[in-house]
């Protein structure tokens, strides 16, 4: 079960996520599993290099909300390890279903620099969270292989909103670009013993309203080396056709896009991908150099989860993204079942919303006229989906547990129907000893 609860409405172990994190045991080598139930969580949030193995969970990703509003730029700026909303010190850290949120870049839609996360340490996991801002949304380790993996994210920004350096993967992730032209999605700076660099696989860039009219680049490069690479990339956005802006203050080795295809699933033309990069010196002349512009087939192959994040510890993050399968639901005799599900380490069951608790049980109390689901929770916190019978709402499973025969399905305003519709119904049946009673079932 979970080693300690957040809730802002009080009715968890602490009402803040600093306040979990300053309580949770230092030099940890197992997980430590903090789940956070819906709300917003206003504050900095630090994680020390002597807490690894932190595993933050969300109850639902866009109703757990973790803001602050600080800016690294302009009049009053701090410094990006302090001015983050959520800096990430420690290796072996884990977010799932939640959002980070730079309030001052996601409300205004504009710069300075305001970062929503900073992450320094090694082998992060990042899966079905949202991040937003506008400039700086995310700056990543400086330490040249150090990773991370963000799965099934949403990425929100305008100018370098991905930067710095690392191993970094990032996979089936939405990029949102909430500036309408003169963007830059990425702003690598990259040592020359950086191995893999960005990873984008699998991902989609859109932008609100029509995305054809938002245009943006691929990335700039800030300094040193940048190696960044797009694979099976969805572009609803327009992507200048020499998709990468020529000049900042480093010089790509490879930056490269593979099989992008735009809205409608036609393949984009590379043919024009800039390949030669420049940058000038204090005394105003500039120096140039080449960068590889294109993957083949083969190459784009190499570009496995393993290949890029397994290292010398044989780290393994898309096995720990995976959730368990999700509980089959039953109602019985005013109690919610289920089987046992393979990996499970307990079950959360919530009820219209609102979290009821966690068991080791397969079964739960049930009480008519509520919207229930449950779901399983593996051995690093993550969720399971809510399983297809996880709420009251199959005629025949009313008929099976109640010996009880259906005449006829009302709305709640006394219109007979056919079928359950979505929300609260009135169902009349006769029972087992052929009275008339009427249930209250929801869909």
């Given at each position: 079960?979970f080693d300690?609860?957040?809730a802002a409405d009080?009715?968890?172990?602490?009402?803040?996520?600093?306040?979990?994190?300053?309580?949770a045991p230092?030099g940890?080598a197992t997980?430590?599993?903090?789940?956070?139930?819906?709300?917003e969580?206003?504050?900095?949030?630090?994680?020390?290099?002597?807490?690894?193995?932190l595993?933050?969970?969300?109850?639902e990703?866009d109703?757990?909300?973790?803001?602050?509003?600080r800016?690294?730029g302009?009049d009053?700026?701090v410094?990006?390890?302090?001015?983050?909303?959520?800096?990430?010190?420690?290796?072996?850290?884990?977010?799932d279903?939640?959002?980070?949120e730079?309030?001052?870049g996601?409300?205004?839609?504009?710069?300075?620099?305001?970062?929503?996360?900073n992450?320094?340490?090694?082998r992060?996991?990042?899966?079905?969270?949202?991040?937003?801002?506008?400039?700086d949304?995310?700056?990543t380790p400086?330490?040249?292989?150090?990773?991370v993996?963000?799965?099934?994210c949403?990425?929100?920004?305008?100018?370098?909103?991905?930067?710095?350096s690392?191993?970094?993967y990032?996979?089936?992730?939405?990029?949102?670009?909430n500036?309408?032209s003169g963007?830059?999605?990425v702003?690598p700076?990259?040592a020359s013993?950086?191995?893999?660099?960005?990873?984008?696989?699998n991902?989609?860039i859109?932008?609100?309203g029509?995305p054809?009219e938002t245009?943006?680049?691929?990335?700039r490069?800030w300094?040193?080396?940048?190696?960044?690479?797009?694979?099976?990339?969805?572009a609803?956005?327009?992507?200048?056709?020499?998709?990468w802006y020529?000049?900042?203050?480093?010089?790509?080795?490879?930056?490269?896009?593979?099989?992008?295809?735009?809205?409608?699933?036609?393949?984009?033309?590379l043919s024009?991908r800039?390949d030669?990069?420049y940058?000038?010196?204090?005394?105003?002349?500039?120096?140039y150099?080449?960068?590889?512009?294109y993957?083949t087939?083969?190459?784009?192959?190499?570009?496995t989860?393993?290949?890029?994040?397994?290292?010398?510890?044989?780290?393994?993050?898309?096995l720990?993204t995976?959730s368990?399968?999700?509980?089959?639901?039953?109602?019985?005799?005013?109690?919610?079942?289920?089987?046992a599900?393979?990996?499970?380490?307990?079950?959360?069951?919530?009820?219209?919303?609102?979290v009821?608790?966690?068991?080791?049980?397969?079964?739960?109390?049930y009480?008519?006229g509520?919207q229930?689901?449950?779901?399983?929770v593996?051995e690093?916190?993550?969720?399971?989906?809510?399983?297809k019978q996880?709420?009251?709402?199959?005629?025949?499973q009313?008929?099976?547990t109640?010996s009880?025969?259906?005449l006829?399905?009302?709305?709640?305003?006394?219109?007979?129907?056919?079928?359950l519709?979505?929300?609260?119904?009135?169902?009349?049946?006769?029972?087992?000893?052929?009275?008339i009673?009427?249930?209250?079932?929801?869909?």
């Amino acid at each position: 079960v979970f080693d300690a609860v957040i809730a802002a409405d009080g009715s968890g172990d602490f009402t803040s996520v600093q306040a979990a994190i300053d309580a949770a045991p230092a030099g940890r080598a197992t997980p430590w599993l903090i789940f956070i139930k819906n709300g917003e969580y206003k504050g900095h949030v630090n994680i020390p290099a002597n807490k690894p193995y932190l595993h933050f969970i969300g109850q639902e990703r866009d109703k757990v909300i973790i803001t602050d509003d600080r800016l690294c730029g302009g009049d009053n700026a701090v410094h990006v390890s302090v001015g983050a909303t959520v800096v990430v010190n420690a290796n072996d850290c884990y977010f799932d279903n939640l959002t980070l949120e730079n309030s001052w870049g996601h409300d205004k839609q504009a710069g300075p620099q305001a970062l929503a996360l900073n992450t320094s340490g090694d082998r992060t996991i990042f899966k079905n969270v949202a991040m937003l801002s506008y400039q700086d949304t995310w700056i990543t380790p400086s330490t040249s292989n150090y990773r991370v993996y963000a799965k099934d994210c949403f990425i929100e920004g305008a100018v370098d909103f991905i930067y710095n350096s690392g191993n970094i993967y990032i996979d089936n992730t939405t990029l949102y670009i909430n500036r309408k032209s003169g963007g830059y999605i990425v702003a690598p700076s990259h040592a020359s013993d950086v191995k893999w660099g960005y990873v984008f696989m699998n991902c989609r860039i859109t932008a609100p309203g029509n995305p054809a009219e938002t245009d943006v680049w691929l990335g700039r490069p800030w300094h040193n080396s940048p190696k960044t690479v797009f694979i099976n990339t969805i572009a609803e956005v327009t992507i200048p056709a020499k998709g990468w802006y020529p000049t900042m203050g480093g010089l790509p080795v490879l930056w490269a896009d593979y099989n992008t295809m735009d809205a409608n699933g036609n393949p984009v033309d590379l043919s024009q991908r800039e390949d030669t990069y420049y940058y000038t010196k204090d005394d105003g002349s500039k120096v140039y150099g080449k960068a590889k512009n294109y993957l083949t087939a083969e190459e784009a192959a190499q570009y496995t989860v393993k290949n890029v994040l397994s290292g010398s510890d044989n780290w393994q993050p898309a096995l720990m993204t995976e959730s368990c399968a999700n509980p089959e639901v039953r109602i019985n005799a005013g109690h919610l079942e289920w089987e046992a599900v393979p990996y499970a380490i307990c079950y959360l069951v919530s009820r219209n919303g609102e979290v009821l608790g966690f068991t080791t049980d397969c079964s739960y109390p049930y009480e008519d006229g509520y919207q229930y689901k449950v779901q399983a929770v593996n051995e690093y916190g993550s969720l399971s989906g809510a399983g297809k019978q996880s709420q009251p709402d199959a005629l025949p499973q009313v008929q099976e547990t109640q010996s009880a025969q259906v005449l006829a399905i009302y709305t709640l305003g006394g219109v007979e129907v056919k079928e359950l519709q979505e929300g609260l119904n009135i169902v009349k049946m006769m029972d087992a000893d052929n009275k008339i009673v009427y249930r209250k079932i929801m869909k």
